[in-house]
């Protein structure tokens, strides 16, 4: 049975205080500590580009697995901005660069923070229905390409990080559960990229619709899988701001399990739930509910689990 075998992660090399960025655009030490959370932010050199960050979680994956790029089956990668203008698709720069066999399969996914979790869904289904053994799932999407630094709505908020997900046939750590998806296509204007090539977002509506959207969504990911919320161990959500994990968070009962964990680098979109898994101690859980929402408008939620007897 497919699963999480193994999470790398890498963040932006230039780091960014973001109180002091904060006092440039004039805004409120207590505002970026209590309702956004980030106090520092990473990004990408001006010289990197999106295949660059991902290579190194990549490395990083080979470094510190027995995994060897002669195994890997198929790679696909979850970017809203790919390496230079796109085309190639990023993937299959990366399949070069570890020189992959030539019958691994590579693609572009093209999501945002609702991404890792599309992309887990995805890759699990691609690897089951090709008889596939080992997949890897990468996030990249590096926002300080087109975020506009004056911009307090959106400078403030986003950090670079990539991440690559191993999941395997042999003896994973999580199994997957059953899955609830969303889109309202009809707020999409609310976070897209505007005419000038930088993103745009309306903060009141994307925080209005996550509040809604997300706990309907843990409720129907929770059903699905004939779950309890007291069998959840930790709810890890996309890492949107400290003030939107704390409302969701209220408004599911579960406040003490859910928490706010980018402080120290800002939203990686696709890449903050994947970073969550791989850089807190998860060891003593069994049960974790992880749900990305944004772009599209888009959600995604499922259940990760140590028993593998819990699911079909």
């Not at 007291?230 to 408004?251: A, M, N």
Request: hydrophobic share 35%; glycine share 8%.
């Amino acid at each position: 049975m497919i699963g999480i075998k193994y999470i790398s992660f890498a963040f932006g090399k230039k780091t960014i205080d973001n109180i002091e960025q904060g006092i440039l655009l004039d805004t409120d030490k207590d505002l970026i500590e209590k309702k956004i959370g980030v106090v520092q932010r990473r990004q990408l050199l001006d010289e990197e580009d999106t295949a660059d960050l991902a290579s190194i979680a990549l490395d990083k994956l080979f470094q510190n697995s027995n995994l060897l790029p002669t195994q890997v089956e198929c790679l696909i990668l979850v970017t809203q901005n790919p390496h230079d203008k796109g085309l190639p698709h990023t993937a299959s720069i990366l399949h070069d660069k570890y020189n992959l066999q030539k019958n691994c399969a590579t693609f572009d996914i093209s999501l945002g923070c609702s991404g890792f979790v599309y992309g887990l869904a995805i890759i699990h289904s691609f690897m089951t229905m090709q008889k596939m053994k080992n997949g890897i799932l990468v996030t990249c999407d590096p926002y300080s390409k087109i975020i506009d630094q004056a911009d307090k709505n959106t400078s403030l908020l986003f950090g670079d990080g990539g991440t690559a997900t191993w999941l395997s046939t042999d003896n994973p750590i999580w199994f997957l559960g059953k899955f609830d998806f969303g889109t309202d296509g009809k707020g999409r204007k609310d976070l897209e990229l505007g005419s000038n090539g930088l993103l745009y977002m309306n903060g009141r509506a994307v925080f209005n619709f996550s509040a809604t959207e997300v706990p309907k969504s843990i409720e129907r990911t929770l059903e699905i899988n004939n779950t309890s919320s007291e069998e959840i161990d930790q709810f890890i959500l996309h890492q949107g701001s400290k003030y939107l994990i704390d409302t969701i968070g209220k408004r599911i009962n579960a406040t003490e399990r859910t928490r706010f964990f980018a402080k120290q680098y800002g939203n990686l979109v696709s890449s903050s739930i994947p970073v969550v898994l791989a850089t807190e101690n998860l060891d003593p859980y069994k049960k974790i509910l992880i749900s990305g929402f944004g772009v599209g408008l888009s959600w995604a939620s499922t259940i990760l689990s140590r028993k593998e007897s819990n699911y079909d």
